[in-house]
């Protein structure tokens, strides 16, 4: 499952190294953008990834000060 480029980039190479590791006999089956369809997905749902905004994962640290343990 991919809802970004970045996922969609990163789904193709793992399916890359499982078709590898498993003498191409591993099947794909989900939604996901082009990369993914490149490496044999069977997507289930047909949509363009351009059309979901990217879901930027930010975090939030307090910083600590000087006196603090």
Same mark, same amino acid.
């Given at each position: *499952?991919?809802?970004? /480029?970045?996922?969609? $980039? $990163? @789904?193709? /190479? +793992? !399916?890359?190294? %499982?078709?590898? $590791?498993?003498?191409?006999? +591993?099947? &794909?089956?989900? =939604? @996901?953008?082009?990369? !993914?369809?490149?490496?044999?997905?069977?997507?289930?749902?047909? &949509?363009? %990834?351009? *059309?979901?905004?990217?879901?930027? &994962? +930010?975090? =939030? /640290?307090?910083?600590?000060? *000087?006196?603090?343990?």
């Amino acid at each position: *499952m991919a809802n970004s /480029r970045q996922h969609d $980039v $990163v @789904g193709a /190479r +793992v !399916m890359q190294k %499982l078709r590898e $590791v498993s003498d191409d006999s +591993v099947e &794909f089956t989900g =939604y @996901g953008g082009e990369w !993914m369809k490149k490496e044999k997905l069977d997507p289930i749902l047909e &949509f363009d %990834l351009e *059309m979901i905004p990217d879901k930027t &994962f +930010v975090t =939030y /640290r307090k910083g600590r000060n *000087m006196n603090e343990h």
